[in-house]
T-cell receptor
């Protein structure tokens, strides 16, 4: 079974704090993704990575950065958390290369910034 | 990426087939149709995907019209655990997914 795990299910941080969200997958997938999900807006792609040390911006990268030092781990960083970053954050992974590959999602981290 | 249109909500009786429609009239020749679902408070779960032909797996069947402008996801015997939001997504064979707002399926006893 593909397993994508996220470091926390629930997180509460204060405005201005630096926040790290960690994601780990155990299937040797090349690709990893960070999304956020908000009511009425669906899932929106923040950043993704096709390989170690590689990253590409998604649709809403502002206010976020990412790190992929190891193949199995993809971190999302909020340099200075703001209240409009309160959201559900979802990590996903998939096989690399060409072809139609499904994404496997983690359980999500519900972040509240106060 | 092609835009999809889905009804916001549907109901289905337990044990009956749930047929979830999706319109994707601007789909391109190299774009696949994917279906995911999201049960409350969980991450999205992959269900099935197809390009031109109908597909079936242990979870569902996917029927794609000949002109590929629409598709239907069929859950043959819906259970209460199938209550979820179902997302229809079309994209080329790259990994970027664009989720819309989906169809909220409520299975009732």
């Amino acid at each position: 079974d593909v397993k994508v795990t996220q470091s926390s299910r629930y997180l509460v941080k204060r405005t201005g704090e630096k926040v790290f969200l960690e994601c780990v997958q155990d299937m040797d997938h090349e690709n990893m993704f960070w999304y956020r999900q908000d009511p009425g807006l669906g899932l929106r792609l923040i950043y993704f990575s096709y390989d170690v040390k590689m990253k590409e911006k998604g649709d809403i990268p502002e206010g976020y950065s990412v790190s992929r030092e190891k193949k199995e781990r993809f971190s999302l960083i909020l340099e200075s958390a703001s209240t409009n970053q309160t959201s559900m954050y979802l990590c996903a992974s998939s096989l690399g290369g060409s072809g139609a590959y499904e994404q496997y999602f983690g359980p999500g981290t519900r972040l509240t910034v106060t | 990426d092609a835009k999809t249109t889905q009804p916001p909500s549907m109901d289905c009786a337990e044990g009956r087939a749930a047929n979830l429609p999706c319109n994707h009239s601007t789909i391109s020749g190299n774009e696949y149709v994917y279906w995911y679902r999201q049960i409350h408070s969980q991450g999205p779960q992959y269900i099935i995907h197809g390009l031109k032909n109908n597909e079936t797996n242990e979870m569902a069947s996917l029927i794609i019209t000949e002109d590929r402008k629409s598709s239907t996801l069929i859950l043959p015997h819906a259970t209460l655990r199938d209550t979820a939001v179902y997302y229809c997504i079309v994209r080329p064979n790259t990994d970027k997914l664009i989720f819309g707002t989906g169809t909220r399926l409520q299975v009732f006893p």
